[in-house]
């Protein structure tokens, strides 16, 4: 077998064909290496996007957050400044009525009153409601029953005696009314 022929360099070279295989596949791999470098380089700008959007959006989020809370707080505020401003004119009137030379205790106590229904006006000008007691039928939405008692006389679970005036803002319950609730085993 003669090498030269075939164009051999037995100590240096690779058959011709075999040569440019090499470089083609050297080419190749230095082709998909750098392919793969840039694909690396784009998924990393991708992920530092993401990332830089994923901090913005979580910065934002925070930010309403505090505003809303900052917001609720001046609602509330304002909610209870005005509630007390109605109120004023209340304490006013308790001021002037212990300031007030009083000739007799029924005359201090018609003030009192005065100034009691002046609250109650007031309180339901804001939204709150006595719940009605006696002599409903106990309604446990409305009602906290701190006693039983028998009476053949009365309806069973009638209200005899309201111990504490319950309310109610608009709809909403604040304090149900304590009673004393009727017994009747006749029936």
């Given at each position: 077998?003669?090498?030269?022929?075939?164009?051999?360099?037995?100590?240096?070279e690779?058959?011709a064909?075999?040569?440019?295989?090499?470089?083609?596949?050297?080419?190749?791999?230095?082709?998909?290496?750098?392919?793969s470098?840039?694909?690396?380089?784009?998924?990393?700008?991708?992920?530092?996007?993401?990332?830089?959007?994923?901090?913005?959006?979580?910065?934002?989020?925070?930010?309403?957050?505090?505003?809303?809370?900052?917001e609720?707080?001046?609602?509330?505020?304002?909610a209870?400044?005005?509630?007390?401003?109605?109120?004023?004119?209340?304490?006013?009137?308790?001021?002037w009525?212990?300031q007030?030379p009083?000739n007799?205790?029924?005359?201090?106590?018609?003030?009192?009153?005065?100034?009691?229904?002046?609250?109650?006006e007031?309180?339901?000008?804001?939204?709150?409601k006595?719940?009605?007691?006696?002599?409903?039928?106990?309604?446990?939405?409305?009602?906290?029953?701190?006693?039983?008692?028998?009476?053949?006389?009365?309806p069973?679970?009638?209200?005899?005696?309201?111990?504490?005036?319950?309310?109610?803002?608009?709809?909403?319950?604040l304090?149900?009314a304590?009673?004393?609730?009727?017994?009747?085993?006749?029936?």
């Open positions: 077998m003669d090498t030269h022929n075939q164009g051999l360099d037995v100590d240096h690779l058959p064909h075999e040569a440019s295989k090499e470089q083609e596949s050297g080419q190749q791999g230095t082709t998909v290496e750098n392919s470098q840039a694909s690396h380089a784009g998924i990393r700008a991708e992920r530092d996007a993401l990332m830089d959007r994923l901090a913005r959006t979580q910065a934002d989020f925070e930010n309403a957050r505090k505003r809303i809370s900052r609720q707080q001046e609602y509330k505020d304002f209870v400044a005005e509630a007390l401003k109605a109120l004023l004119p209340i304490l006013d009137s308790f001021d009525a212990f007030a009083a007799s205790l029924e005359e201090f106590r018609g003030g009192v009153d005065l100034i009691r229904k002046q609250l109650h007031t309180l339901g000008k804001l939204g709150l006595p719940i009605a007691a006696r002599g409903e039928p106990f309604d446990p939405h409305v009602h906290e029953a701190v006693e039983v008692v028998d009476d053949p006389n009365l069973d679970n009638q209200v005899v005696e309201e111990l504490q005036r319950g309310y109610k803002l608009r709809e909403r319950l304090r149900p304590m009673v004393l609730v009727a017994r009747n085993a006749n029936q």
